[in-house]
């Protein structure tokens, strides 16, 4: 499902930022230059923020990213922090499947444009946020800064970022600001004007029920289909053994659970990037007990992985990877869904956040969407106009059903 808005809003307030002044903006190119203060800003309970995390990202960069960070102070007091990545985005090269499938006479005589659309782009893009998550890890303000406010000194931020890439040769064509629920969006002000909002997938996410104390609990809340659903597919995966890797394991593993992961990444509509093969490794050496790296072995063969991370209160479902023959024969990615609940389940945490993909599959275990959304400008303005209708193009549009599985929900799919 895909929403488009042009422009955030059209009221003016001439005098929302009169106090813009008084705030520096000063961008860094390592979390090392910066890292107490940023610390002191993201005190928020939340792991994707801290250095550690950000410090693994910039040690082992995904394909193509270069990490940015800005501190936003007052009277010289760092009162914000802005995460921006900067990326030369190929449309060719990381979209797989150019918007919906032709199915009129009309829209197969469009597929030759559509194809000359998505060839013909090719944007060194600010992005802020992390094109790793799904969710809004942009930036971060001290309370007493109104949201409106902070989307518009973020939006300064980064039109200083393209001033500095434009010093060193990479002057950038697009400006993304991502992912935000509807609640996070900015209300007022005119300083967004010529972005174009628009929403992709909805992230996906499970709130576990206070009364689930084990995963039978979980599995008797459901409907009788979905409690037989899911007992056909745990039977599937009885010949699968796991095991939960420590970093060298990871290493000494690297280059097939690299395999694994690529099996998955190659298939996806819209792939940005390609994770460094030493990432995981990393991630585990950084955030140690909260994040688990679980494998799933057929005899002597490693067939599947998934990374679950313990973000305060919520179990984050990472990157993952499999086997694509055996995930049919083992059910192997529905199997990774109930076992990450199992394991939110018994690490107690609020919810299990499942991120986008796999909309409807994700649905039948519990899982809600809810809605994000973007923000894209083009800086020339004639071909700013351009991009609500280039996005009609390019997106790819998933058909699904969200289903309901648990006995109180309002009707039985």
Known sequence: MTTITKGFCKKHHDNLYADYS?????IYDSIEQIEEEWSEVSSVHDIFFHPDFLRCIEKCPASGITPYYCIIRDTGKAVGIVYFQSKYVRLKENLRKPGAESTTFVQKLMEPIK????????????????????????????????RDEQFYIVIKASEKLNQYLKSIGTESDMVLLKDFFADDTPKNGEYHTGFTKFSVQPKMILELNPAWKN??????????????RARK???????ISKRVFAAEDIAQHADQIHALYKNISDQADFNAFILHPNYFENLQLALGKNMKFTTYWLQDKMIAFYTSIKNYDVLDAHFLGYDPEENAAHQLYLNMLYDLIREGISQQVSQVDLSRTAIEIK??????????????KHQNPIINKTVEHILGFVKPSEAYIIRSPFRDGQTEN
């Not at 008084?22 to 000063?26: C, L």
């Not at 995963?215 to 037989?228: A, G, N, Q, T």
């Open 22 to 26: 008084k705030y520096s903006i000063t």
């Open 115 to 146: 194809h000359g659309v998505v060839n013909s782009i090719n944007l060194q893009t600010i992005v802020c946020g992390n094109l790793l998550l799904t969710g809004g890890y942009g930036f971060y303000f001290k309370e007493a800064i109104s």
């Open 215 to 228: 995963f039978d609990d979980y599995m008797e809340s459901m409907k009788s289909k979905y409690r037989v």
């Open 233 to 239: 597919a745990l039977d599937k995966s009885k010949l």
């Open 363 to 376: 649905s039948t275990v519990g899982a809600v969407p809810h809605e994000m959304y973007l923000y894209l």
